[in-house]
């Protein structure tokens, strides 16, 4: 495992192009686009003010910044680097921005949620889209990027309109029945859209296409509901995270649950693998000192028996309790789910969706701040907002410390579309991590991989 | 009659008498009662008796005392004490016959009564005692009684308790639900209130959010913008399209389309599911048919079994099993077909299963006897014909243990290769190996210790040769110088004969004289350093510095130098004798060190010792 040098960011705006070729990174008001190779600066942008928000378009052409307290997006070219663009909301002010799939359209939501103008960089048209809602994850975008599904609010009631992206014609418009919708998810095919309603009640429902109503689910009442949604990468299976601590997976048929997976605070099976984190004792050989500062290596232990989790107690008087299973994510290939549920924050959760029961547990010292499947291979990236990133496969796990000097603390992490690195953000810097690949090209200066199976 | 009548009455008149006579038993006369009296009570009053019965009886009244008496006995059905008188007139006689046996008879009946109320008052005692008894266990189950229905009150106080606590329990089971569902109620009033609220504030919100969107949009915002320096290609490098019914019309087309094709491609991974089920179904079928039909034979010969007809309708089946792959259709007909013959064929082969189950269980329920007998003298054959396998198993491995010895000793330098070509051996050649170079060393150090003894053998003779020289010698001078010296002379002359004659007695003497002289230098040496040189003097047998020392410490060293080793004892004797005998001359500078430098190393194996030594 390799690392680069730390380069500087700011706002954890660093994104890897669609394409893998480039990497775009924030310092301040400044856009610095790398070659991922050599990581060489390629373009150097300006912008008016500090940016708060990048997105490349889907084919590598263009980044759009967003300045959301100026009410401003600039939109740069990689091709033209003299071609600019710069949108100003005004006085409506700016919340969200982003790309439509076709990269010629931007899509900017005004301050209130007022509307969504669609803005073109082919032609001199502007769309608007009136009264959409102001939700968690309001709009949806299917994979071929042909349609886009949008929240909306109209007369207390929430509503979803798809349009065509190619046209932003209306294709359907129907009432969904939710008290508060909360967010909305194409599967990966394209022709399902979930729709959730807010964490008060536990309901989804499932819309074809062309706007029917193909199941609802409700799995228990009087309780907080829906926390989080994931479908799988073949559109088989949808899970749902809940507060409950449970994760229940509907399948494409009958969208009836297949199973359920708990997340108790004990595993207790004892043919769960559970890999702890623990401290390697510090060696002080003859000719080393020790470094005072330094932070403690650490290593994954396999423990055996029961093994307790670290739980959090939730506040029960307050809004949006740490209970509940928070994060989800299906590798790739569809064979694994990792899962974190958000009372025990330190654990991470992978089952295996083929047998459809837990595989292996992992317990880090700090909680769990992102997790990331591989996009080529059942391996997951883990970060807990210390210096270490730490890897999961199959095979094994490995903890490995962030060569950095000063306090690097891994944030938030992505993976390159090869699966060959990953980019680390800490608060102000980031690195890139490069991982070896299996032919073996061992760099010189590189830390080894010490995988425990 | 009147006589008789002065006899028995002297005072009292007829009546009276009679009622006397009826009372005697209980009143009579007081002197009468009070005998009764003394013959219910103990026996040691009976001295008094006699005193009463002469109370009774005085010299006076003899006469009527025994008409009395006669009454009285005849009243309880004694004979008579007077003779049958003859005549009426004359006196009756005393009948001293009749008295005596009246007298015997009293007494024995006396007796009887006595043993009579012994074994009353023992059974009065012994009723007493259970009477006490049962008292006592009367008592006793009262008071049981008494505490068992304590207990028994107790326990109906706890169950009236417990009732009232259940009952309390109810109560406030009943007071939650109430409470529950009054909860209820409020969250689902709060509910429908906190709908209300949002919808009226969401209202409020909307009416805001339309007046802000009249305020910010329609007043031509001139900052609301896109400055663009110029516009882009379409990705597709299309143009962008007028919106009509018939782009419309197209998008719905489109629509549609990706949800066939999605369909479409379900139906298909359907059928091809499907078709993998039907698969495995028309194989699992053909498998049931193949394992049935040949079985089935013989019960339908049998024609006993109701399956007759099922059979059949199997061995029909079978027949239109080549037309039913052939149809890969999913048509119904085929479908029903299909499951019907599976069903009726899982129904056989459950009940051909059951059948067998039952056999078996029979089988094993009747002829358990039999096939243990056989199946016992299975085993012994087995267990014979294993034995045997294992001894030419063994046979094997000695023979391969023999070879493997042989290569060792033969070919030392094939050694490599061998192991290479018996990896299986390794461990045991190495330790053969081992063995070896061992067993080479020690063959080394004896020969070394054989060729230091006849060296030392080989200087023996030497020094014997000098000190016969020598002695001549000094023979000579004495002969000369006998006459000079008589009386001396004669003493020498002792001294003489005593190392003439060279017994070991003599030698040893000699020794113990010089020891005193160092017993400096024994002390010197540590414990350790002496074991250390008792250790390596088996090597170095003849250097005379050690040989010294070796004689001063020998006496405490030589037990442990006894039991450092078995193979070492000997040459360790041999050394002494060595020593002893070397002893005489060793004032004379031997430098022989030469070849033993070496020795003064410590060594720690006995066994191995450096090769570089001679």
Redesign the interface.
């Given at each position: 495992m390799n690392f680069s040098e730390l380069f500087r960011l700011s706002g954890l705006l660093s994104r890897f192009s669609p394409d893998g070729k480039y990497l775009a990174s924030c310092v301040q008001y400044r856009l610095v686009v790398r070659d991922v190779n050599t990581l060489q600066i390629l373009q150097l942008y300006t912008c008016l003010d500090q940016i708060q928000h990048i997105e490349w378009s889907a084919d590598s052409l263009f980044i759009l910044c967003a300045m959301f307290r100026r009410g401003l997006v600039q939109v740069w070219s990689l091709e033209q680097p003299e071609w600019h663009c710069k949108i100003d909301e005004g006085s409506a002010g700016l919340v969200a921005s982003c790309w439509s799939p076709d990269g010629r359209h931007i899509l900017n939501t005004t301050e209130f949620h007022l509307r969504i103008t669609v803005w073109s960089l082919c032609t001199k048209s502007v769309s608007y889209i009136k009264y959409p809602k102001a939700c968690q994850q309001g709009v949806a975008f299917t994979r071929d990027g042909r349609y886009v599904a949008l929240a909306e609010r109209r007369d207390c009631r929430d509503c979803v309109s798809i349009f065509v992206c190619s046209d932003w014609q209306l294709l359907r418009h129907f009432d969904t029945d939710t008290q508060d919708l909360a967010g909305i998810e194409w599967a990966p095919n394209g022709c399902v859209l979930a729709v959730w309603d807010t964490c008060l009640e536990y309901k989804i429902l499932l819309y074809s296409l062309d706007g029917r109503l193909l199941s609802s689910y409700t799995a228990y009442e009087w309780s907080l509901g829906i926390k989080s949604v994931a479908w799988s990468p073949s559109s088989q299976f949808l899970a749902i995270g809940s507060y409950d601590g449970k994760v229940r997976i509907l399948n494409h048929v009958t969208w009836t649950v297949i199973t359920e997976f708990e997340h108790p605070a004990t595993v207790n099976n004892p043919k769960i693998i559970v890999y702890k984190e623990a401290e390697k004792s510090q060696k002080l050989g003859p000719g080393r000192l020790p470094r005072p500062l330094a932070p403690a290596e650490t290593k994954y232990e396999i423990a055996s028996g029961p093994v307790p989790l670290q739980t959090l107690k939730p506040v029960a008087d307050r809004a949006n309790p740490k209970i509940g299973v928070g994060l989800l994510a299906f590798s790739p290939d569809n064979y694994f789910l990792a899962t974190r549920n958000d009372n025990v924050p330190n654990a991470v959760w992978v089952w295996d969706v083929q047998k459809l029961r837990l595989f292996v547990v992992l317990e880090q010292l700090s909680p769990v701040r992102a997790f990331q499947w591989d996009p080529q291979q059942p391996r997951l990236a883990i970060c807990t907002g210390g210096g270490k990133v730490y890897l999961w496969s199959p095979v094994g796990c490995v903890s490995v410390q962030v060569p950095a000097e000063g306090d690097f603390q891994v944030l938030s992490l992505c993976w390159h579309l090869s699966g060959d690195s990953i980019i680390l953000l800490s608060k102000d810097h980031f690195c890139l991590c490069y991982l070896e690949t299996e032919e073996g090209n061992s760099p010189a200066s590189g830390q080894r991989l010490q995988l425990r199976a | 009659m009147g006589d008789w009548m002065t006899v028995t009455d002297p005072g009292l008149s007829a009546e009276s008498k009679n009622i006397s006579q009826y009372t005697s038993e209980t009143k009579m006369s007081p002197s009468s009662l009070y005998s009764q009296q003394v013959l219910c009570s103990s026996i040691p009053l009976s001295k008094n008796v006699h005193s009463f019965f002469s109370a009774f009886c005085t010299e006076e009244n003899i006469e009527q005392s025994i008409s009395y008496l006669d009454q009285e006995l005849t009243t309880f059905g004694f004979p008579s004490l007077y003779e049958e008188s003859k005549g009426k007139e004359a006196r009756r006689e005393l009948n001293i016959v009749a008295v005596l046996n009246c007298m015997n008879e009293l007494l024995v009946l006396q007796r009887k009564n006595l043993l009579a109320q012994e074994n009353v008052e023992t059974q009065n005692l012994k009723l007493g005692s259970d009477m006490d008894h049962l008292q006592n266990c009367y008592a006793k189950l009262k008071e049981q009684l008494e505490t068992s229905r304590r207990e028994m009150i107790g326990l109906q106080e706890r169950d009236r308790q417990l009732q009232c606590k259940n009952r309390n329990l109810l109560q406030l089971l009943k007071n939650e639900k109430d409470e529950v569902q009054k909860l209820q109620n409020i969250?689902a009033s709060r509910a429908t209130q906190y709908?209300h609220d949002?919808?009226r504030k969401?209202?409020e919100y909307?009416k805001l959010?339309e007046r802000?969107?009249q305020l910010?949009?329609n007043k031509k915002?001139?900052?609301?913008?896109?400055?663009?320096?110029?516009?882009?290609?379409?990705?597709?490098g299309k143009r962008?399209?007028w919106?009509t019914g018939k782009?419309?019309a197209r998008?719905?087309d489109?629509?549609?389309k990706?949800?066939l094709n999605?369909y479409e491609y379900r139906q298909k991974q359907i059928l091809l599911e499907n078709a993998e089920l039907k698969k495995v179904l028309q194989q699992m079928k053909k498998e049931m048919i193949s394992l049935l039909s040949p079985k089935k034979q013989k019960p339908r010969e049998k024609a006993d079994d109701g399956t007759g007809t099922v059979i059949s309708d199997v061995e029909d089946d079978a027949g239109e099993l080549s037309r039913e792959s052939m149809w890969d259709l999913s048509c119904e007909t085929v479908r029903e077909q299909l499951t019907n013959s599976i069903r009726k064929q899982w129904r056989i082969l459950k009940n051909h299963v059951e059948k067998l189950d039952n056999q078996v269980s029979k089988v094993h329920l009747e002829g358990f006897n039999d096939e243990d007998v056989i199946s016992r003298q299975d085993h012994e054959q087995e267990t014979e014909k294993l034995e045997l396998e294992i001894q030419q198993c063994k046979e094997m491995i000695k023979t391969q243990q023999q070879l493997l010895q042989q290569q060792l000793a033969t070919a030392c330098d094939d050694d490599t290769t061998s192991l290479l070509r018996d990896c299986y051996l390794l461990e045991e050649k190495e330790r053969l190996k081992e063995e070896w170079s061992l067993f080479k060393e020690q063959k080394k150090n004896f020969e070394r210790e054989r060729r230091s003894f006849t060296e030392a053998a080989i200087r023996l003779g030497l020094e014997r040769k000098a000190f016969e020289e020598e002695r001549a010698s000094w023979l000579k001078q004495q002969f000369l110088n006998m006459t000079a010296f008589d009386h001396q002379n004669s003493e020498n002359m002792k001294l003489f004969s005593a190392f003439s004659g060279n017994s070991d007695q003599d030698n040893l003497t000699i020794h113990s004289r010089p020891r005193p002289k160092k017993p400096h230098s024994a002390s010197n040496w540590s414990p350790v350093c002496t074991s250390k040189l008792t250790k390596s003097l088996p090597a170095s047998p003849s250097t005379s510095d050690f040989c010294q020392t070796r004689s001063c410490v020998s006496e405490h060293s030589s037990s442990s130098v006894l039991n450092i080793n078995p193979e070492e004892t000997k040459p360790n004797q041999v050394g002494r004798e060595c020593i002893n005998q070397t002893w005489s001359v060793a004032s004379r500078p031997t430098s022989q060190e030469g070849c033993y430098s070496g020795c003064s190393l410590t060594y720690t194996n006995s066994h191995v010792e450096k090769d570089d030594l001679p």
């Open positions: - | 969250i709908n949002m919808k969401e209202r909307n959010k802000l969107h910010v949009m915002d001139k900052k609301i913008a896109m400055d663009v320096l110029n516009y882009v290609g379409r990705a597709d962008g399209s919106r782009t419309e998008n719905e489109e629509m549609y990706v949800l999605d």
